[in-house]
Antibody
């Protein structure tokens, strides 16, 4: 059973960098066919995709956050990380890491978030 | 920045049928598959429907999905109290070059 667990500071000061790590267990982060993603949810609001990284190191970011976001892999620790620079109160949210599975068979292409971490609340405040 | 529009709420009595719509555009739902996620209070989202109408193992068959053109729907037949949750549609958007989620629908069992 694949499990994901977010970790990192719950409080970040404005203008600083938010840093979170997602530890994956029960599966290798180096396996093909999986994109390792970050998604956030502002308090009482909907879901917002932040970006993902593939095992090859290729990344893809939400255009609205691209200038401030970096997602990286540490295959030796089976972890991937999120850095969000120059944060403001608008970045206060629950941050989730998730596995984005992609595959195809005779019936077609499939892609979906099949495993999620429990989420971690990050508050931006001085 | 939700570009998929859902009704904010839906409700029904036990055993009733509830339908949730998800409206998008040619660049997202019109061109790509739709997935649905269920978020129970205080928990992470969980995959409910993938590839428009497929149920993962363990998801009750009272949940079903469909897609037509630039819209998708999630139906819950035989509503149960444990179905009280927020539901989100999601799809890749070719114009934004990223995933987009629906605005979310809160389902209440009366």
């Amino acid at each position: 059973q694949v499990q994901l667990q977010e970790s990192g500071p719950g409080l970040v000061k404005p203008s600083q960098t938010l840093s979170l790590t997602c530890t994956v267990s029960g599966g290798s982060i180096s396996s093909g066919g999986y994109y390792w993603s970050w998604i956030r949810q502002h308090p009482g609001k909907g879901l917002e995709w932040i970006g993902y990284i593939y095992y090859s190191g290729n990344t893809y970011y939400n255009p609205s956050l691209k200038s401030r976001v970096t997602i990286s892999l540490d295959t030796s620790k089976n972890q991937f990380s999120l850095k969000l620079r120059s944060v403001t109160a608008a970045d206060t949210a629950v941050y989730y890491c998730a596995r984005d599975r992609s595959y195809y068979d005779s019936s077609g292409d499939y892609r979906y978030f099949d495993y999620w971490g429990q989420g971690t609340l990050v508050t931006v405040s001085s | 920045q939700s570009v998929l529009t859902q009704p904010p709420s839906a409700s029904g009595t036990p055993e009733q049928r509830v339908t949730i719509s998800c409206s998008g555009s040619i660049s997202n739902i019109g061109s790509n598959i739709v997935n649905w996620y269920q978020q129970l209070p205080g928990t992470a989202p969980k995959l409910l429907i993938y590839s428009n109408n497929q149920r993962p193992s363990g998801v009750p068959d009272r949940f079903s999905g469909s897609k037509s053109g630039t819209s998708a729907s999630l139906a819950i037949s035989g509503l149960q109290s444990e179905d009280e949750a927020d539901y989100y549609c999601a799809a890749w958007d070719d114009s934004l070059n990223g995933y987009v989620f629906g605005t979310g629908t809160k389902v209440t069992v009366l």
